[in-house]
């Protein structure tokens, strides 16, 4: 007999989930500790500073402009973080969850060794085992000076000083909120993007979200690609780039490099070739069915760590909840990721729900498609005389009636908001 009915692996969205019906910083994930959360309230902090400067036209006597203090927001938000920390830890015991904070690999395909921070082993076997390690930020090794000077989105929420004249490398939605808030907050920011900004997000929103960014700011160095990072006696860093269409390298100094460039799944530690579980070659996640089982039966792997699945904190939530009720209810339903809605949380928030136009087209072709759309807007923008011009609603349809809704995209102020509620109308 083993120790336990279930074990999970992780303490993240998904293991979370799964456990309630061990991690570098406390319980919670990436997105309690270094993701969503503290990300959009640092959002908030640059949304705010824009509410500051409307505040005048509607009759505050708001001396401008308003200094911001890094410090202190950190502080704030680290504070709410730890909060939750504790809420989590709190949740476990009262649901009779036994927490161990060691680090897990396997040792078979039923049983698994713990290592303490202190070297402590404890061998721990159970019946059902969920892997819900997640993933981690990808560092470029190949450039020079890039680990020992850079940073990523696992480090910028727990700066205690403020970044400075900050350079973002990478063109996905890490990327482009981080320099939004950064931005926002006033400081001096480039993203440098190799090839297309947002490439697996609808292109026409894309490229309305970056022009947005651009107009209030945010610098962009597109067709670059950084081959080397130095730190100047002064403290500063030299990055140097080559721009890929003129040939030509080029060079400036920032304070921080933020390296948003993709995220790996945390497999490699797990010794999984001890447990038999198949990884992808490609991308190193491990393999799974639509029950969330891996090659082998009673191990099963959810959240971003899983091949194929959305990187979403409430898909794996839902997912470690539905898989808990099969294993120990009487439940058969799986997770469904169709229409799945998203937001991300750029200056000019981008929020959608089913298929971009390109999807789209690619899977009904051309004709058989029908957008409808408009820019707009918004009353609060009125007043303040601030510029619209990228507030955008597109809806792609099935042209043949009823005209089937397959993708809404909606850009402009509270997007998620907007979004979760017509999800429900488009599931």
């Known amino acids: ?59 505050w006597e708001v001396a401008q402009p308003v200094p911001h203090s890094w410090r202190k927001m950190a502080e704030a938000v680290q504070n709410h973080v730890k909060s939750l920390n504790w809420g989590h830890r709190v949740q476990l015991q009262d649901r ?10 396997f040792v078979n395909e039923h049983t698994v060794r713990g290592v303490a921070k202190d070297g402590k082993e404890t061998l721990l076997s159970a019946d059902n085992i969920v892997i819900a390690t997640g993933g981690r930020p990808r560092y470029p090794t190949q450039i020079e000076g890039a680990l020992e000077y850079g940073i990523t989105s696992d480090d910028i929420f727990w700066l205690k000083e403020s970044p400075g004249k900050t350079l973002v490398v990478g063109a996905g939605y890490v ?14 920011t ?94 190193q996640k491990i393999l799974v069915d639509s029950w969330d089982a891996t090659s082998v039966p009673h191990i099963y792997a959810i959240g971003d760590v899983a091949e194929g699945r959305p990187e979403l904190t409430p898909t794996a939530i839902m997912a470690g909840r539905l898989l808990a009720q099969r294993l120990f209810g009487p439940s058969s339903a799986l997770m469904d990721y169709d229409n799945v809605p998203t937001t991300v949380f750029t200056p000019l928030e981008y929020g959608c729900v089913g298929l971009s136009e390109e999807e789209a ?4 072709g051309q004709e058989h498609v029908e957008v409808y759309h408009a820019y707009y807007k918004p009353l609060e923008f009125t007043v303040a005389e601030r510029d ?40």
């Open 1 to 59: 007999a083993q120790d336990y009915d279930l074990l999970v692996i992780g303490g993240g969205s998904g293991g979370l989930a799964c456990a309630k019906e061990g991690t570098r910083w406390g319980l919670g994930g990436t997105c309690v500790n270094v993701g969503c959360i503290p990300k959009k309230l640092m959002h908030q902090a640059a949304l705010l500073g824009g509410m500051i400067r409307d505040a005048r036209h509607y009759g």
């Open 96 to 105: 009779k969850v036994k927490y161990f904070n060691v680090k897990a690999s």
């Open 175 to 188: 990327a482009l909120e981080c320099a939004g808030f950064l931005t926002g907050i006033g400081l001096d």
């Open 190 to 283: 480039t993203v440098m993007i190799r090839s297309v900004p947002l490439r697996s997000f609808d292109q026409q929103m894309s490229s309305l979200v970056t022009e947005y960014m651009a107009s209030h700011g945010t610098r962009f160095l597109r067709g670059c690609t950084p081959s080397q990072v130095r730190r100047l006696p002064a403290g500063r860093l030299q990055v140097t780039w080559e721009d890929r269409t003129s040939g030509k390298e080029d060079t400036d100094t920032f304070d921080t490099v933020l390296w948003a460039i993709g995220r790996v799944p945390e497999t490699g530690s797990l010794n999984l070739e001890k447990s038999g579980v198949k990884t992808s070659p490609d991308s």
């Open 361 to 364: 087209v690619a899977r009904h």
């Open 388 to 427: 619209a011009s990228q507030c955008y609603i597109k809806m792609v349809c099935l042209r043949e009636p009823p005209q089937l809704v397959l993708g809404l995209h909606f850009l402009g102020p509270n997007a998620g908001e907007v979004t979760q509620g017509f999800a429900l109308g488009i599931r």
